[in-house]
């Protein structure tokens, strides 16, 4: 995965798009990795995922709420790239496995781990990975479309990873079987696309605002 399309400047050629242009038209800078950049972003975003987490979550009558932690989630994957994405996640699940209150609902601590949501929380790391690495090809497309292929690759990591690793914690802590685990967990896929949808939105402001993280996206 080392050699993920994000590591490459990206060609933005639309006249009327005068962000872009601004970036094509720059000369490309000299690239500098910073390791305390690194640190401060992946810090930022485990800060920023922590806070998504212990807004007050939206009730669904089951023991799994819908909260915004996989918005913050899909944002680092999707901003940072694959790899400082995953280790921004990383930070945040170390944190609050170490006992600090910043899962859903206020909680915290290795107690987590005995919960239906458990398979929800332990896939986020792969989804922040894989919507960081379908960026890297969502940000090569035209400028009209990138909205688009920024919000399936949010979609597409969120199935793939949050919600099948969901299912498989609902069979092992709840007893359900993989159908029924289907079923319950498809009362969040409507919540899922409205979290994506802002992801891209997001991501899109935050790259025209700060043109250099397209990049730096590793």
């Not at 913050?72 to 994405?85: N, P, Q």
């Not at 802590?173 to 079923?183: D, H, I, N, Q, W």
Request: hydrophobic share 55%; charged share 10%.
């Amino acid at each position: 995965m080392s050699s993920a399309p994000e590591h490459e400047i990206i060609a933005l050629t639309t006249p009327d798009d005068a962000p872009d242009a601004a970036i094509a038209t720059a000369p490309a800078p000299v690239a500098r990795r910073s390791v305390a950049t690194d640190v401060a972003l992946i810090a930022t975003f485990a800060a920023f995922i922590a806070v998504c987490a212990i807004v007050p979550a939206i009730p669904t009558g089951t023991p799994v709420p819908i909260t915004l932690q996989t918005f913050g989630v899909v944002l680092a994957g999707l901003v940072l790239g694959w790899k400082r994405g995953a280790l921004a996640v990383l930070l945040y699940l170390a944190v609050g496995l170490a006992g600090l209150p910043v899962f859903a609902e206020g909680t915290g601590g290795v107690a987590v781990l005995s919960k239906p949501s458990v398979g929800y929380l332990l896939a986020f790391p792969f989804a922040a990975a894989l919507a960081g690495y379908l960026a890297g090809y969502a940000l090569r497309l035209p400028t009209a479309w990138r909205y688009v292929g920024l919000f399936l690759s949010g979609l597409v990591a969120s199935i793939l990873t949050i919600h099948v690793g969901g299912i498989v914690g609902l069979h092992l802590t709840l007893g359900l079987s993989y159908s029924e685990a289907f079923v319950f967990d498809l009362k969040y896929w409507p919540g899922d696309i409205a979290k994506n949808l802002l992801a891209a939105g997001v991501a899109l402001a935050v790259f025209r605002a700060y043109p250099d993280l397209l990049r730096t996206r590793r």
